[in-house]
């Protein structure tokens, strides 16, 4: 029984730094919520189900997206050979 307040003290250590911290103010939140966000409904659960299979969804972009995709990923490729091309001037060493 003689270990039971060495084990303790850095328990009640930490519980009395932190307890205080559970009392400290926090600004006004509810300040910050507008008349209209008040008067809100809240938003309609949906089961777990529906919003999985809304995730799982493989098309999500559509087909005339292929191509702006496919434009956008030689602009970027032109930019980087560009820029592979391009010399740098070396850093001045420290002195």
């Avoid at 039971?4 to 930490?14: D, E, G, I, Q, Y």
């Avoid at 926090?26 to 507008?34: E, R, S, Y």
């Avoid at 809304?54 to 032109?78: H, I, K, T, Y």
């Amino acid at each position: 029984m003689r270990h039971l307040p060495r084990l303790l003290s850095p328990a009640l250590l930490t519980l009395a730094l932190f307890l205080p911290a559970g009392c400290a103010r926090f600004p006004d939140l509810d300040a910050t919520i507008t008349a209209e966000a008040r008067a809100a409904d809240y938003p309609d659960l949906l089961p777990i189900s529906d919003v999985l299979s809304v995730a799982e969804d493989p098309a999500r972009l559509a087909p005339a997206d292929g191509d702006s995709l496919d434009a956008r990923a030689a602009g970027l490729r032109a930019r980087a050979d560009r820029l592979r091309r391009h010399r740098m001037a070396p850093l001045p060493t420290p002195r």
